[in-house]
Structures are given as C-alpha cells and as structure tokens.
C-alpha cells in the first residue's frame, strides 16, 4: 500500500513537483478515454453546437411487438449492447479547443419501461403516440448522454412498443442494422439463461477515428481530392426546382415525410431492368429520381447527395459507429436521351463515385470552398438513398415485430427520397422542406415518380422529354375536366372588361374596388376616374387596335390606367420600371405606342420617346376632364371583344423579345 503524503511536511517546491506528477497522471489517464473525432462526427459535433437541440439527427426505430416478451431478458441485452460497443457510452466534449469523444467505462441507464396497461384501453394508443413523438424530437445532449434511448411500452400482455433512439453521431444505419440483429442474438441467449455467444468486438470506431485522422495527416487523400475537383468542376452550385413558397433566408430544415409502396410488379419490373442494363437497383431507382428533377427542373447537369456505408474494410463491418459518407454524384442528362441512356450515365458516375468514396464530405467541401448561404446547403440540395440492410425478420425471441413509420417534422434537404428494400417489393420515403413546397406538391411527386418508373419498365429506350410523367386517368382528367373552358355567358360574351365593370359599379358604387397598401378606391371612384382617363386618350388619338404604354408600379393608377385603355378601345403595352433601360427603349419603339401613361417618380426614367406622356398619381392630375363630367362619360367605346386588349412581350430567351 501507498504511504500517504501529508501536504503540510512538503516544502513548496516538492508541493509544486507533486502537483504536476498528479496533473501528469490526470492526463495520461484521460488520453486513454479521449479520442479525435472522425470527420463526419465533427461536422454533426459543429452542427449541433450552431443549432443546439435540433432533432435533425436523430436516429428512431420503432417495433410493434406480437407476442409473449421477457423484459427483463431485454434489459441486460441493452445493457450488454452498451457494454460491447464504446460507440453506445461515448459522449463529446471540448480539449484544448477541439472536440473529442470520451468512452464512459460503465454504461448509462438507456432502458426506461412505461407501463400504460394501467391507462384506459381507448386512450392507451394515444398516450403510445405522444410518448413516441417525443422520443423521436426529444434532443440529446452530446456532453451529458447517453445517446441511446431505449423505451419499452406496454400496451398488453402481450402487446409491446419498443422505441430506440440514438444520436447519428454515434451512429449510421448499419449500424442501426448490426444493433438490432445482436439485439435479436442476445435476447436468445438471456432468454434462454446461456451467457452471450456472440464473439468479442475487435475493433472500436475509435480506432477507426484515430486511422482516419492519421491518413489526413499523412495526405493519403489528396489523390482522390484531385479527382473530386475534376468531377465536379464547373457543377451547378444549386438545383433550381420550382417551389411553392419562396425560400427563407436561412433554412429552417421544418419538414415532412410520406411514405408509399412500390408495388411488386413495379419493384419487380425495376429489377430486371436493373439487370438488364448491367446494373443496380439502386442506380435504376437513381436514374428515375434523375429524370424527375430534369423534368421539373429544366436542368441538365444536376449534382445529387448519396451517401455510402463506407465500409469497404472487413474490420468495420461489425462496429457500431458512424462510417457513412454522403457524397456529390453528378450527372448530365439531355431530353433526347433515353432511359437506357440515363441509367449508363448514372451507373458510370456511381462506379466513378465509389472509386473516390473515402474522400469525408467535410474534407471535399473544405476543398473545394463553395459558395455559402444559409438557405441551403453546399453542393447539393437534394439527396437519394437507399437501404437494402434492414432485418428481413423483426423478432424478439417468440415476440414478432413490425416496424412503426415516424415523422419528427424534419427536412435535412430541400428533398429526400429514401428506399428500403423489401423481399418482394419497396418501401418509400420522400422527406421534403415545409418552406419550399406544399404537401400537394409532394404527393403529386411521388406519383410522378411512380409513373415514370412504370413507363421506363415499359419502354426503356424511349426518351427523357417523351417520358410520361402523368398516369393515363391523371392525363385524362387535365385534358377533359382542368381544360375543358367552354362556359355560355350569355349576352355577356359580346361585352368588354370596361363594360362588365361598368354595370357591376351601378349595381354597388360603394362596395371597396381596389385595395392597396393602406389607400382604396370604391367601385364609382374607380369608373369615372378611368372614363375622364379614356375621354383624355381618345382625344390623342386612342381607339381600337391602338397601343397605350403602360409604365407604372403596382398601384391604383395602374389599375386605373388598364381600365381606362380599354375604355378607350385601346390595348395596354405594360412595361416594368425595373427593366433596364434598353430594353424600356426597345419595348416602346416596338409598340409604337400612342402614348404613355406614367407616374411621377418614374417619368425621368422614361427614355426618349415622341408620343405624349400622361402622369397620374393619387390627386388625379393629369386625367384630363374634371371627375364626373359629361366629357368623362363620353361617346361609347368604338372597340369590340374581337379587337385587341393587351400585347405583352416576351422575356426573349429565344431571340428579340
């Protein structure tokens, strides 16, 4: 046994000597527990620093559970999972400025059990649901742990829920895979009262984390870095979908998933072609996705996220621990090309991909020094992913599970679409942001991609652009029903706009016509205020088939100005102030317009221009005749429904406008 030191019979400087062996040992001792992050640890580390509490990265898994069930064989098989894997009893703090991960030597309590059988049956699902939807949003706390939650629900006697939650810093889904499957392995064993046979755990992702950070010390990837620039060189820096909403300044990553089946002809008709054309499932489903995005993109060079399992080392296989990368693949595809054409092209860039795989995202990104913004994300803004190693058999001894779809309301990327791979058919997830599209839009998505799969099944050498996106009966209804605009109005079909709004102000001259910012103008205001306009415009020579150019921000004046052209008998030429001058200058000595209708603070941005130049703000200047006159009502518009109302010029994307 150690002599104890009394601090008092210490001089100073053999005190000062003691304290820095202690600190020494301290030390020492702590190297042993701490370790260096990989790169994709650090990056989810970085981000929930920045967004603390976000439940973007949590990993749920959710089992109904048939059957008789031993819980307490259950509990030592989590505690004995939490025993092998350090992964399961790490948690993240901060050294010397950087972040390191620490292996807890004895494992957390991660089992909680909630009896809810003592609850009223007709509420017990309910109470299930809301313990369920705060499983999958309740944040974690890197530095305290544990990072995996499991939670038991009993429903019944032989109805169970089971909730594992884990932070995705520790984790990937192959993971998720090996845990359940060593789960089952050890629950046999417990159950059964026989020690754990499955074999020790060789390696710890910490090694790997440490192997990692060695070969970016020792520039083992500058190779593959080289390449990815190659690659990726001149890509789009974004992927312009059209979207409901306008996108936020900041993303917010609010979300939604829906899920749908690929039924087994499709799945299975998406198989052969797979083999037909020397690929995977996987990049047959790509190709799909793909074609989608150019449809509704118009894009053809489009960069996409996928990740990869990254576990091409037999050593790894077994380790729970976050391996996966998720990397660029990039891929130019053509309206004229076929779908025979798009899965070669995207089968090339996968097997391109794969070569470069063990390049970290994070790194790539470093590297290659995109643009960033806050509303999306660098280099891709979409992702595919696929999972083919999920348990085939969900079983707890003589308990059968089923797996319980969950949505925590979040959006990694502006859109997602993930597969699970089923024996017979597919399972599918599309993840979309809230801010940017409708759920509307999401299914229609989906069935959009449904229907081009079916249709490249059915014919894959027909091309993108002549790929029907719609099903027959969606077809169908747009043409019949959406298009189908034949309406009898009556002795209305022979009358103008002007004229229509002329009878609906005598029957309400009060009733509020226009509204804007905090002015509004009734119904009879409006009328005579655009008659004593059009008395003014017939007078410089206005009437049918005549061009008024309009010049105008948004604001009654304009619309008093519209009305008052076709009062007049004319049509309107509108031209936005924000244009650039030469194209203002070329819009008008193409109209050859009559005359201009402006409003103050726009009338010295109007270029050269021989026409008159009428100016109209909120007092009525400029209209002409006094407001109600009997100039203002004059002579009935010389103008019918066969003459022109307007002339709009295109955005000349093809030439002149």
């Given at each position: 046994?150690t002599?104890?030191?009394?601090?008092?019979?210490?001089?100073?400087?053999?005190?000062?000597?003691?304290?820095?062996?202690?600190?020494?040992?301290?030390?020492?001792?702590?190297?042993?527990?701490?370790?260096?992050?990989?790169?994709?640890?650090?990056?989810l580390?970085?981000?929930?620093?920045?967004?603390?509490?976000?439940?973007?990265?949590?990993?749920?898994?959710?089992?109904?559970?048939?059957?008789p069930?031993?819980?307490?064989?259950?509990?030592?098989?989590?505690?004995?999972?939490?025993?092998?894997?350090?992964?399961?009893?790490?948690v993240?703090?901060?050294?010397?400025?950087?972040?390191?991960?620490?292996?807890?030597?004895?494992?957390?309590?991660?089992?909680?059990?909630?009896?809810?059988?003592?609850?009223?049956?007709?509420?017990?699902?309910?109470?299930?649901?809301?313990?369920i939807?705060?499983?999958?949003t309740?944040?974690?706390?890197?530095?305290?742990?544990?990072?995996l939650?499991?939670?038991?629900?009993?429903?019944?006697?032989?109805?169970?829920?089971?909730?594992?939650?884990?932070?995705?810093?520790?984790?990937?889904?192959?993971?998720?895979?090996?845990?359940?499957?060593?789960?089952?392995?050890?629950?046999?064993?417990?159950?059964?009262?026989r020690?754990?046979?499955?074999?020790?755990?060789?390696?710890?992702?910490?090694?790997?984390?440490?192997?990692?950070?060695?070969?970016?010390?020792?520039?083992?990837?500058?190779?593959?870095?080289?390449?990815?620039?190659?690659?990726?060189?001149?890509?789009?820096p974004?992927?312009?979908?059209?979207v409901?909403?306008?996108?936020?300044?900041?993303?917010?990553h609010?979300?939604?998933?829906l899920?749908?089946?690929?039924?087994?002809?499709?799945?299975a008709?998406?198989?052969?072609?797979?083999?037909?054309?020397?690929?995977?499932?996987?990049?047959?489903?790509l190709?799909?996705?793909?074609i989608?995005?150019?449809?509704?993109?118009?894009?053809?060079?489009?960069?996409?996220?996928?990740?990869?399992?990254?576990?091409?080392?037999?050593?790894?296989?077994?380790?729970?621990?976050f391996?996966?990368?998720?990397?660029?693949?990039?891929?130019?595809?053509?309206?004229?090309?076929?779908?025979?054409?798009?899965?070669?092209?995207?089968?090339?860039?996968?097997?391109?991909?794969?070569?470069?795989?063990?390049?970290?995202?994070?790194?790539?990104?470093?590297?290659?020094?995109?643009?960033r913004?806050?509303?999306?994300?660098?280099?891709f803004?979409?992702?595919l992913?696929?999972?083919?190693?999920?348990?085939?058999?969900?079983?707890?001894?003589?308990?059968?599970?089923?797996?319980?779809?969950?949505?925590?309301?979040?959006a990694?990327?502006?859109?997602?679409?993930?597969?699970?791979?089923?024996?017979?058919?597919?399972?599918?997830?599309?993840?979309?942001?809230?801010?940017?599209?409708?759920?509307?839009t999401?299914?229609?998505?989906?069935?959009?991609f449904?229907?081009?799969?079916?249709?490249?099944?059915?014919?894959?050498?027909?091309?993108?652009?002549?790929?029907?996106?719609?099903?027959?009966q969606?077809?169908?209804?747009?043409?019949?029903?959406?298009?189908?605009?034949?309406?009898?109005?009556?002795?209305?079909?022979?009358?103008?706009?002007h004229?229509l709004?002329?009878?609906?102000?005598?029957?309400?001259?009060?009733?509020?016509?226009?509204?804007?910012?905090d002015?509004?103008?009734?119904?009879?205001?409006?009328?005579?205020?655009?008659?004593?306009?059009?008395?003014?415009?017939?007078?410089?020579?206005?009437?049918?088939?005549?061009l008024?150019?309009?010049?105008m921000?948004?604001s009654?004046?304009?619309?008093?100005?519209?009305?008052?052209t076709?009062?007049?008998?004319?049509?309107?030429v509108?031209?936005?102030?924000?244009?650039?001058?030469?194209?203002?200058?070329?819009?008008?000595?193409?109209?050859?317009?009559?005359?201009?209708?402006?409003?103050?603070?726009?009338?010295?941005?109007?270029?050269?221009?021989?026409?008159?130049?009428?100016?109209?703000?909120?007092?009525?200047?400029?209209?002409?005749?006094?407001?109600?006159?009997?100039?203002?009502?004059?002579?009935?518009?010389?103008?019918?429904?066969?003459?022109l109302?307007?002339?709009?010029?295109?955005?000349?994307?093809?030439?002149?406008?």
């Amino acid at each position: 046994m150690t002599d104890a030191i009394r601090l008092d019979n210490l001089t100073p400087q053999e005190r000062r000597d003691l304290l820095a062996r202690l600190m020494a040992a301290e030390a020492a001792e702590a190297a042993k527990r701490s370790h260096p992050l990989s790169c994709t640890q650090e990056r989810l580390w970085f981000l929930d620093r920045f967004e603390p509490g976000s439940p973007a990265y949590i990993m749920p898994r959710v089992l109904r559970l048939t059957g008789p069930l031993q819980v307490p064989a259950l509990s030592r098989s989590i505690a004995t999972l939490v025993t092998r894997h350090e992964s399961l009893r790490t948690v993240f703090a901060q050294e010397n400025d950087r972040p390191v991960q620490i292996v807890r030597d004895a494992p957390d309590q991660s089992f909680v059990m909630v009896d809810l059988t003592t609850s009223p049956p007709a509420s017990r699902e309910a109470e299930a649901q809301a313990i369920i939807q705060r499983e999958v949003t309740e944040p974690f706390d890197l530095t305290r742990g544990p990072l995996l939650r499991v939670h038991l629900l009993r429903m019944g006697d032989a109805d169970h829920i089971l909730i594992l939650s884990m932070h995705h810093i520790i984790a990937d889904g192959w993971s998720l895979a090996i845990l359940c499957d060593e789960l089952r392995q050890l629950y046999d064993d417990h159950a059964a009262g026989r020690p754990p046979s499955l074999a020790p755990v060789a390696l710890q992702f910490a090694d790997y984390a440490r192997w990692e950070r060695d070969r970016l010390e020792r520039c083992d990837f500058d190779g593959q870095i080289a390449q990815w620039k190659e690659i990726l060189a001149g890509a789009p820096p974004v992927l312009d979908l059209p979207v409901d909403f306008p996108r936020p300044a900041a993303a917010s990553h609010r979300g939604r998933r829906l899920w749908f089946d690929i039924n087994p002809q499709i799945a299975a008709g998406l198989r052969n072609l797979a083999r037909a054309e020397g690929a995977t499932l996987y990049m047959v489903l790509l190709s799909i996705f793909e074609i989608l995005l150019h449809r509704h993109s118009g894009q053809e060079d489009i960069v996409i996220g996928t990740p990869v399992a990254n576990r091409n080392r037999c050593e790894v296989e077994g380790v729970i621990g976050f391996f996966a990368n998720t990397l660029p693949l990039r891929v130019r595809i053509e309206g004229g090309k076929s779908v025979r054409g798009v899965i070669r092209s995207v089968r090339d860039a996968a097997l391109a991909l794969y070569a470069v795989a063990e390049v970290p995202f994070e790194r790539l990104v470093q590297e290659l020094q995109p643009e960033r913004k806050l509303s999306h994300s660098p280099v891709f803004q979409v992702m595919l992913s696929y999972d083919s190693t999920g348990p085939r058999d969900w079983r707890l001894g003589e308990a059968r599970g089923r797996v319980i779809r969950t949505d925590a309301g979040i959006a990694k990327f502006d859109l997602m679409f993930h597969f699970e791979d089923e024996p017979d058919s597919l399972i599918a997830c599309l993840e979309y942001n809230t801010d940017l599209f409708a759920a509307q839009t999401a299914h229609g998505m989906a069935r959009q991609f449904l229907n081009l799969a079916q249709a490249a099944i059915g014919d894959p050498n027909e091309t993108v652009a002549r790929l029907p996106m719609l099903s027959p009966q969606e077809r169908a209804h747009i043409v019949d029903i959406c298009s189908a605009t034949d309406v009898d109005f009556g002795d209305d079909a022979a009358r103008g706009l002007h004229e229509l709004f002329e009878t609906q102000a005598a029957r309400t001259p009060k009733a509020v016509a226009v509204r804007f910012a905090d002015r509004e103008i009734t119904f009879v205001q409006l009328d005579e205020r655009a008659g004593q306009l059009a008395t003014h415009l017939r007078s410089l020579g206005v009437g049918p088939d005549a061009l008024v150019a309009i010049f105008m921000d948004r604001s009654i004046e304009m619309v008093t100005a519209l009305l008052a052209t076709l009062k007049a008998g004319g049509a309107y030429v509108p031209i936005d102030p924000g244009y650039p001058a030469n194209r203002i200058a070329f819009m008008l000595e193409d109209s050859r317009a009559v005359a201009i209708l402006t409003q103050p603070h726009l009338r010295d941005r109007l270029p050269a221009h021989s026409g008159p130049v009428i100016t109209l703000d909120d007092t009525g200047h400029d209209l002409g005749a006094p407001v109600g006159s009997p100039a203002a009502r004059a002579a009935s518009p010389s103008a019918t429904t066969d003459h022109l109302a307007y002339v709009i010029h295109t955005s000349g994307s093809t030439g002149r406008p």
